[in-house]
C-alpha cells in the first residue's frame, strides 16, 4: 500500500533515516560491512553486471569547462577572495588557504 500524502511520505521517510542511524549505532563496523556486501551481492543477483556496464555506458560524462570559460571567470573570483580576505570575515585557515590560492594564481 503506497502513501498518498505527502506528509505521511515525509514522516515515513524520516522514521527510517533514524531506523538506519539507530541500527548503525548498534552494530560493529565489521557488521555494517557484512550487511553491505550481502546487499551487494544480492543486488547484483538481480541484475546482472552487464545491465550496470549498460548503465555506467549511458552515462553523460563530463567534458569540463568551455575552452576560455575558467579564464574569463578567473578575475571576478580573485577579486571576491580579496574582498573577503580584506574584510576579515573568513576564519584563519580559509583566509591562509585563499591567500596561496591567489599568490599562485597572480605569479
Known sequence: MEAKN??????????GRKGGLVTS???????IHSRAV???QTLQE????????HINSQR?????WPPGKL???LPQT???????????????TTGLIFQRML???TT
Open 25 to 31: 549505532s548498534r552494530l560493529t563496523p565489521e557488521e
Open 60 to 64: 553523460k560524462q563530463k567534458k569540463g
Open 6 to 15: 505527502p506528509k505521511r511520505i515525509l514522516a515515513c521517510m524520516e522514521n
Open 38 to 40: 550481502k546487499g551487494g
Open 78 to 92: 580573485q577579486e571576491k577572495l580579496q574582498r573577503e580576505l580584506e574584510s576579515g570575515s573568513l576564519s584563519e
Open 71 to 73: 579564464r574569463k571567470a
Open 103 to 105: 599568490n599562485t594564481v
Open 46 to 53: 538481480l541484475y546482472s553486471n552487464d545491465y550496470f556496464r
